[in-house]
């Protein structure tokens, strides 16, 4: 029988340690959102400071503009807050909060308490638009274009390191499209 | 002071484990009995050290010493004792320090036993396990300290995962780990017999009661594993393929391989290098399983705290000992003797059918395990494969692997004729259908998958009893008694029925719990009743209960069927003081042909609680067909043979510890 | 006997008062049962290793009572599915679909079954056409087991 055969296993081996090397460096539990360069879903929402006043996906269209998941109850929203608070005072880019499953007692006093960096907060009570942004975890942050199609979907809280490394070049390239 | 003195043992135990590992290694290649012999009094200091840091660790978590972090994590003043102990191994450096208990209590009981087999060969043997240990050692001291203190020392601790608090951690972990540690054993005669280049049939007879004896461990670790997340999760599931139980799944499907390919390889001397192949392939497969639970590679609910340093660690480990040992296995595997000629149909032939089942099974496991990896790390996005796959792949697998059986133990070694066989089992077959057919009368309906179960289940045991009414058939003039001829069958082969029983009844427990068991989710108020596949279940009151270190709400539930009174049962929705979570306790009624299995779900308006009954057929004889399969293993690490010593030696009769080894 | 059959009749209601039957947890038994069915296969996202029909997270709740909307106004099993799919992506699924990319996954076991089947025969045929010289001779086993059936 020929020799060749005896190192398949080792072969098989490597391959797979190399995989599992790569496999070090991914987190297997961040799901990629499907919606990334597909058009914004749809919505039609109340704002959160004024029930009276409904905004919807169209109304957004003609600017870049980011998306932030949020609510009251959210220990990591504490923590990003102040990064959005001082990226909003830049005057970047519009930042549109979605009020995800709280109350509007709650969610306007927190943004009372902590600052609001939102050009709007929209209050999504049973979190079905939250759903049809594909929203598994709070707080999330979408970046969509001037064609209100999503751009770019972070999970977890914003850090200034994050918005320069990820946010700010994509916002570059979009304001010149 | 006491922890301290713990990792000082550990220190030590590295170096007598390098000691251990490298001396005796040059000693047996250039023939040096001075260093051969230093392997067994290297062994033993080890693992006195080794023994000394647990019951340190141990000691610090039963006087609550919260000033070791690892304890402070894992512990609480109101925990009980026994939790206390089994907190030990609750985390992941406590459970690498059972890890090496285990490998060191293996390491051992081969000192012990092995007086039959010539020094260098043994030398080789501890070496390797040496080195094992060593690596683990390194690894603890390195990155996974149990004995690092805290300072401020916390006035109390964060209490063991509730979900854990159970007999099962103080049974199942300790179980499993010798499983998986004993394939070290297995692993390191592979590598003696590559280093020494003697593949005699002597080898395979040596190695085979210590495989036989993990594999036993393993079996007994994955059912208790089972059985334990049957009982406390709440929902009567049983099997998760979640990627940490296939981490333990595999290395036992590459052992089941192994102890069939060692069949061939003892009795005929054939097919050597695939059983050493195997070998490796078997204990590689327990050390991807410490690296999976470890490193966050994986998401699991069984996973340990994951840190990137530690996994980094443990993927070198593993390609310094796998790789290692797969690249002497490219460049050793002699053509050594091709060992006996065997016909196409034969008993050989077909264990090396099994043999090819097994480990497409074990493969096509690895494969659904790893994919999701796979595709991660090529950019290709991101899936998940669970149960949905798992079972569609696996169950055809194992399909042949079940009627196999019923024909491979009656099969002639060297050439077996097909013609004679089906007659043989020609009464078999035909009980099997008549069975099927029975049940489904009995039943009323049937599907292909409980068909399937039932015919396969009585056609082994049916074949196994054509095999043992031939063997104990009277012969001869004057005819011995029946019970005498039992006794002069020989216990391997014992063992093996007795195993393949377990198979037996492990599937048809299998099917009649997936197509008969009945789920029914209802509202109940005081005094409600419902009506479950005859049983009638009646909520006769609710209180409050206070238990050791949680305060439950608990359900009294009266069951009857027939309006006799079948059982009482007390479902409990339990909250866990220090951590404040959530418990759902199950109450289950057992019997040998059913388990009536009663939660408590969630509270809804006016006071009452939504309540899940399931009745579940002949569920416990999932486990009982485990527990079979391991007895079976026991009988047949026994016997005699194994413990036949060369001819001068008359040392005293090894009793079945040889099987049992250094039990957790 | 009129009367005795009605007083007979009212003992009986009187009798079964004391025993309710329990309700189904839920309003819909049959709708729940295919709600269940399907999201068996399906992924919790924030649990992540329980299935959306065990899992207790507000997220699954939420998912399943969509679920539950959806399928009492008509849709089928596949179109509950690409509603999930097309949020969450295929992490969501629990069964792999089959794509291009999934080919190895669902038909690497066969393949390695044939495959290893056929490697089989063909090394024991192989084997079997050498002359005896190259095999080992019969180890006769002195014990109990020996070479018999």
Request: with cysteine.
């Amino acid at each position: 029988m020929k020799r060749w055969h005896l190192v398949v296993p080792l072969v098989l081996f490597v391959l797979l340690a190399a995989f599992l090397w790569r496999g070090l460096r991914l987190d297997p539990r961040e799901v990629p959102s499907p919606l990334v360069d597909k058009p914004a879903p749809a919505f039609s929402l109340t704002r959160l400071d004024d029930a009276s006043r409904t905004v919807r996906r169209d109304d957004m269209l003609g600017k870049v503009w980011l998306l932030n998941v949020w609510a009251s109850w959210c220990e990591a929203c504490r923590t990003e807050h102040p990064t959005l608070v001082s990226f909003a005072k830049s005057g970047t880019v519009p930042i549109v909060g979605l009020n995800y499953k709280d109350t509007r007692t709650e969610g306007l006093g927190w943004l009372a308490r902590f600052g609001d960096p939102y050009a709007m907060s929209l209050f999504d009570e049973k979190g079905r638009v939250g759903i049809d942004f594909g929203v598994y975890g709070v707080p999330e942050t979408f970046v969509i274009d001037k064609q209100g199609v999503v751009r770019f979907k972070l999970i977890g809280p914003l850090t200034p390191e994050l918005i320069a490394t990820k946010i700010q070049p994509l916002l570059k390239s979009l304001g010149d499209a | 002071m006491i922890p301290e003195l713990g990792q000082l043992a550990l220190l030590l135990a590295l170096a007598a484990a390098l000691i251990q590992g490298t001396l005796p290694l040059v000693g047996a290649a250039r023939n040096r009995a001075d260093w051969m012999a230093l392997a067994r009094p290297a062994a033993q200091v080890q693992c006195v050290l080794v023994a000394f840091a647990f019951a340190c660790l141990a000691s610090a978590f039963v006087r609550n010493d919260f000033s070791v972090l690892y304890v402070a994590e894992h512990s609480n003043t109101s925990l009980p004792l026994a939790y206390r102990i089994a907190g030990v191994w609750g985390g992941h450096e406590g459970s690498l320090l059972l890890w090496l208990l285990m490998l060191c209590g293996w390491m051992l009981a081969l000192a012990r036993f092995s007086r039959s087999i010539p020094a260098p060969v043994v030398a080789r043997i501890l070496a390797v396990m040496g080195l094992i240990g060593a690596g683990f050692l390194l690894f603890m001291l390195v990155t996974s300290n149990p004995f690092e203190r805290i300072v401020p020392v916390p006035p109390n601790g964060n209490d063991l995962n509730p979900l854990l608090q159970d007999p099962g951690m103080v049974v199942h972990p300790p179980m499993l780990y010798m499983g998986y540690v004993g394939f070290s054993v297995a692993f390191a005669f592979a590598i003696a017999a590559l280093l020494g280049g003697d593949l005699s049939a002597q080898w395979a007879r040596w190695m085979r009661p210590w495989t036989t004896a993990a594999w036993c461990f393993l079996t007994l670790g994955i059912m208790l594993g089972s059985l334990w997340a049957y009982y406390v999760l709440g929902w009567g599931g049983w099997w998760f393929w979640d990627p940490v139980e296939n981490a333990s799944f595999m290395p036992w499907l590459a052992g089941t391989a192994l102890i069939h390919s060692l069949a061939v390889t003892d009795k005929r001397g054939a097919f050597k290098s695939w059983t050493v192949l195997l070998a490796i392939v078997a204990f590689s497969l327990s050390l991807l399983g410490t690296f999976i639970v470890r490193s966050g590679v994986l998401s699991s609910v069984h996973a340990f705290a994951t840190d990137p340093k530690r996994g980094v660690f443990i993927l070198s480990f593993l390609v310094i000992v796998i790789g290692g040992s797969l690249l002497l296995y490219a460049w050793r595997a002699p053509k050594v003797g091709l060992g006996a000629r065997f016909e196409m149909v034969s008993r050989e032939s077909m264990l090396l059918v099994n043999n090819v089942l097994f480990v497409v099974a074990m493969l096509s496991v690895l494969l659904g395990t790893l994919y999701p990896l796979l595709l991660d790390a090529l950019d290709l996005g991101k899936i998940s494969v669970g149960p949905p796959y798992f079972d569609t792949v696996f169950l055809p697998l194992m399909a042949p692997v079940l009627f196999l059986l019923g024909i491979g133990p009656l099969a002639r070694w060297k050439q077996a004729e097909l013609p004679a066989l089906a007659k043989r089992l020609r009464w078999a077959a035909g009980v099997a259908v008549l069975a099927t057919l029975a049940a489904a009368l009995v039943a009323g309906r049937i599907t292909l998958g409980a068909a399937f179960g039932v015919l396969m289940s009585v056609w082994i045991v049916a074949s196994i009893a054509t095999d043992l009414a031939h063997r104990l058939r009277p012969i001869g003039p004057a005819p011995v008694s029946l019970w005498t001829r039992i006794q002069t069958l020989p216990r391997p082969l014992l063992g093996m029925m007795l195993a393949h029983v377990g198979v037996a009844v492990f599937a048809f427990g299998v099917s009649m719990v997936r197509t008969y068991e009945v789920e029914r989710d209802v509202k109940m108020q005081t005094g409600d009743t419902t009506e479950v596949a005859g049983y009638v279940f009646t909520l006769r009151g609710l209180r409050n209960v206070k238990g050791p270190n949680y305060d439950a709400v608990q359900a009294v539930v009266d069951v009857r069927r027939n309006g006799t009174p079948v059982a009482l049962m007390h479902p409990e929705k339990r909250t866990y003081r220090v951590q404040g979570t959530a418990l759902t306790d199950a109450a289950i009624d057992r019997d040998i042909a059913r388990d009536l299995y009663v939660s408590l779900g969630e509270p809804v308006e006016g006071g009452a609680w939504i309540v899940r009954i399931y009745v579940k057929p002949f569920v416990d004889w999932i486990w009982g067909g485990c527990l079979l399969m391991a007895l079976g293993g026991a009988l047949a690490a026994s016997d005699r043979r194994y413990r036949a010593k060369q001819a001068s030696e008359a040392t005293s009769p090894i009793t079945a510890t040889l099987a049992t080894g250094a039990s957790a | 006997m009129r009367r005795l059959l009605v007083a007979l009749w009212i003992c009986l209601l009187a009798a079964h008062a004391g025993a309710n039957e329990a309700a189904p947890a839920s309003a819909d038994p049959a709708l729940e049962a295919r709600v269940m069915r399907i999201a068996a296969e399906l992924r919790c996202l924030v649990c992540q290793n329980q299935t959306l029909a065990d899992s207790h997270a507000g997220l699954a709740l939420d998912l399943r009572e969509q679920m539950r909307v959806m399928l009492r106004e008509g849709a089928d099993d596949d179109q509950v599915r690409r509603f999930m799919t097309d949020r969450y992506g295929d992490f969501v699924l629990y069964r792999p679909p089959l794509k291009a990319t999934t080919l190895a996954l669902w038909f690497g076991p066969l393949a390695l079954l044939v495959g290893g089947l056929a490697v089989l025969f063909v090394v024991l045929r192989r084997r079997n056409r050498l002359g005896t010289e190259h095999f080992e001779p019969e180890e006769i086993d002195t014990t109990n087991e020996g070479l018999t059936t």
